[in-house]
């Protein structure tokens, strides 16, 4: 318990020192973005902000617990007075109706972290499958997306159409290790700028052969046309392009997400996003990611690790 609430303290303090928010409940940690002198923006870490989150209505249960036995006094289960996170509630009352463990000897919710602990020590994740959280990720690479998208259990991915989007909103995405070099940083910010020009110049281009009537690049549909312009113009962005999406996942498959990728070994960017995720969850559900334990390296950054791995 010692052990939970010192995690806690340091989890919260390093959100807070992220620029961590909570506004209506939903957690936030935003990435402020710059531009190079000829006004190419760029961002220099990820923006994470929680879009979804479970709302769970135990009240719901009521006509259901008032079908069995008085003797069992199951309909008390929901007037269990201890209030849980959301997401720890729909994933404990998932594991209860399993063995109809809402008798007065069933687990309150005082209890819930134990209960919690029983199930991710023993690698029964599956009730974790119930909760499900969104966000908005930006400030994220394609390469780092690239990562991302090869989790395929239990999540779900929306993510910028290079194809439909125009130059409008082109942004790119500083590592870590070129923002404290000056020379690294000149040369990103030239490369930034180059690739912007780069690809204006190749949609220029393009839209002049089309309208030339280049058969591989006319199309019926204005959408379409622009589509045959920008997929072709968008093989010359680089992987520090910025790559924003939409991101689901639900409580098993953040976890496995975390533990892979805020791990010592992964890749640095995608670490201090899967930091940011966890942190944000964490903030949410102190519970069911409880367990989890920060870590930082020599150059300062951190990792996130627990001892019941893969639930
Ligand atoms: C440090 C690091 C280095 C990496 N290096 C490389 C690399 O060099 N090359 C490369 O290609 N990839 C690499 N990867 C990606 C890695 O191999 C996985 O593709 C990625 O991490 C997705 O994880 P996962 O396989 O656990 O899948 P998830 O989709 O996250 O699935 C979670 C779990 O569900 C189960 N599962 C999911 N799908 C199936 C299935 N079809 N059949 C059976 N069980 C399933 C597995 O138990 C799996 O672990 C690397 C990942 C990391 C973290």
Redesign the pocket.
């Known amino acids: 318990m010692e052990t939970t609430e010192r995690n806690t303290g340091r989890t919260q303090r390093l959100f807070e020192e992220l620029g961590g928010t909570v506004t209506d409940g939903f957690p936030a940690i935003h990435s402020p973005v710059h531009h190079t002198e000829a006004g190419t923006p760029y961002l220099k870490r990820p923006g994470v902000v929680v879009l979804a989150r479970p709302q769970t209505n135990v009240a719901g249960l009521k006509g259901f617990l008032k079908g069995f036995d008085p003797g069992l006094r199951f309909p008390e289960y929901i007037d269990d007075p201890t209030e849980l996170p959301d997401s720890t509630q729909l994933c404990k009352t998932a594991g209860q109706v399993c063995y109809a463990s809402f008798g007065p000897r069933r687990t309150t919710n005082e209890n819930a972290a134990a209960y919690i602990e029983r199930l991710t020590s023993a690698g029964h994740g599956s009730v974790l499958e119930h909760a499900s959280f969104s966000f908005l990720l930006y400030g994220i690479s394609r390469s780092v997306t690239h990562?991302l998208v090869?989790?395929?259990?239990?999540?779900g991915f929306s993510q910028i159409s290079q194809r439909y989007v125009s130059g409008a909103v082109l942004r790119f995405v500083e590592r870590p290790e070129y923002q404290e070099d000056e020379e690294l940083h000149r040369l990103f910010e030239e490369r930034a700028d180059r690739a912007a020009a780069g690809y204006e110049e190749m949609a220029e281009r393009l839209l002049d052969r089309q309208e030339g009537g280049a058969s591989m690049l006319t199309a019926d549909h204005k959408t379409d046309a622009r589509k045959k312009v920008q997929q072709t113009a968008r093989s010359l962005l680089p992987n520090e392009t910025e790559a924003p999406m939409v991101f689901t996942g639900n409580v098993r498959?953040l976890r496995?997400?975390i533990e892979?990728?805020a791990?010592a070994?992964?890749?640095s960017e995608?670490r201090n996003l899967a930091l940011r995720i966890f942190l944000c969850l964490r903030t949410l559900d102190p519970i069911l990611f409880g367990d989890y334990e920060l870590g930082e390296l020599p150059d300062g950054t951190y990792t996130v690790s627990t001892r019941y791995r893969?639930a």
């Open positions: 990562e090869r989790h395929r259990a239990g999540v498959a496995h997400i892979m990728r791990d070994h992964a890749e995608i893969k």
